[in-house]
């Protein structure tokens, strides 16, 4: 149930058995079935939640009804909207499954408990929100001054699992291109 | 809250649970109702669909699993059957809401079982201790849910429990419900509002007030 949770949290700060034993009772432990919602935009986001197992993916419905993907998550990510998370203002994003899934969830509550009772709690939570800026940051830049092709090359590279699991208008979306472009890229790849 | 919840009722096929199922199913949340009879319990969710046709509502195989997707655990389950469940779920509901509705009446109803510096609400916190254990529904009986009004009246509804965020997810609930919520205090109130519901019940009994009855603070 906490398997990779606790594979990659030793990862990045090495736990004995009692901080696991400790840190287990903070967490709560959730099934979510394809297309269900964990999150909807207006509603405060009070949990992180880490994909033990299943995908997952948060974006942002336009005015016409456009779905703008911000992030997908796979086993061994978090997601989150990290802003209501953090400020506690009305989420912007909502969340949802696109694979049964099982996840690992810290509310804000035990979040904030956790912070002041274990110093190697913070560390992993100063390392995975640097994690979580460095991949906004990467994200930006490639959006303000990669070409589309090269776009799609540097997430293919970086992320070749997601090609295979995740639907390609999502991924489309989650690029800022039309299903079309992105069919019509692929193609021209291929020929190359 | 938009984001529907999902309440996993353990005992939907008793007079309470299927009370409760039935009353929440019209509010915005997903249920996965178990029960002992599979026969009993499918009827059950065929006849909560036809009553409200969106209501979110299925028939859970399996205790785990129904908790596991849970965010909310309402334990529909006489006293003495609440131990050996809480045991099975445990590991599931960390960190979730878990509404006990028990009175732990002996035999005769004319007295509780648990001693009294405790109530059937703590003894479950100390074996879920890292659930959020919540009492509600104890003081309300099963016909009162499809008539929440009496005399003109909502019934009041009490909540105890030790987690404030729980204890509005919960409020929202009794109030879907039908019935006026009012959080009475911490868990350990829960003595109280189980020894409300023996009194209501042996009243009921005396003046015959035919299972539709509840309690009603009036105030200024």
């Known amino acids: 149930m906490y398997e990779l949770f606790f594979q990659k949290f030793n990862e990045k700060v090495p736990l004995t058995k009692e901080d696991e034993v400790l840190f287990k009772t903070y967490l709560t432990p959730k099934k979510i079935r394809k ?37 997908f998550a796979l086993e061994g990510w978090t997601i989150s909207d990290l802003y209501s998370f953090l400020t ?62 090269e776009r799609y090359v540097a997430f293919s590279s970086l992320y070749p699992e997601m ?14 291109l039309t299903p079309e472009t992105l069919s019509r890229m692929r193609s021209k790849m291929t020929r190359k | 809250m938009k ?43 065929a006849e909560i669909k036809n009553r409200h046709a969106a209501a979110d509502v299925e028939a859970a195989v399996c205790h785990t699993d129904a908790v596991w997707e849970a965010d909310i655990i309402i334990l529909a ?12 779920i445990k590991e599931v509901a960390n960190q979730k809401i878990v509404i006990s509705i028990a009175n732990p009446l002996n035999k005769t ?3 509780l079982v648990t001693a009294p510096d405790t109530s059937a609400a703590e003894e479950l916190q100390k074996q879920l201790p890292n659930s ?33 965020e729980a204890m509005q997810t919960v409020s929202e609930m009794v109030r879907t419900a039908g019935f006026n ?40």
């Not at chain 1, 919602?37 to 509603?43: K, P």
């Not at chain 2, 205090?185 to 003046?207: A, P, V």
């Open chain 2, 132 to 164: 959020k254990v919540v009492k509600a529904f104890n003081t309300t009986f099963a016909a009162d849910f499809s008539t929440p009004v009496i005399d003109g009246k909502p019934v009041d509804a009490f909540i105890a429990g030790n987690n404030e």
């Open chain 2, 181 to 220: 919520p009012i959080v009475a205090g911490d868990l350990s109130i829960s003595r109280t509002l189980e020894g409300m519901q023996l009194l209501l019940i042996q009243l009921g009994n005396k003046y015959n007030y035919n299972r539709l009855a509840g309690w009603k603070i009036l105030h200024n």
């Open chain 1, 163 to 176: 090609i295979q699991r995740i639907p390609q208008h999502m991924i489309a979306s989650y690029l800022g």
């Open chain 2, 77 to 88: 389950v006489p006293f003495a059957a609440e131990k050996e469940i809480a045991e099975k």
């Open chain 2, 109 to 111: 109803y004319n007295g």
């Open chain 1, 35 to 71: 297309k269900q919602y964990l999150l909807q935009e207006g509603d405060p986001c009070n949990f992180t939640a880490f994909v033990e197992k299943g995908a997952l993916r948060s974006y942002t419905i336009d005015e016409k009804g456009v779905e703008r993907i911000f992030q």
């Open chain 1, 88 to 149: 506690g203002e009305p989420a912007t994003y909502q969340i949802d499954a696109l694979e049964d899934s099982e996840l690992v969830l810290i509310s804000k509550q035990a979040h904030e408990e956790l912070l002041k009772k274990a110093p190697k709690y913070e560390t992993y939570m100063r390392l995975q929100l640097s994690g979580a800026y460095i991949a906004m940051q990467r994200r930006l830049t490639s959006s303000i001054s990669l070409s589309l092709e």
């Open chain 2, 3 to 45: 984001t529907k919840q999902t309440i996993a009722i353990i005992g939907a096929t008793g007079t309470m649970g299927s009370a409760i199922s039935t009353s929440l199913a019209k509010g915005n949340y997903r249920l996965l109702l178990k029960g002992t009879r599979q026969e009993e319990l499918n009827a059950l969710v």
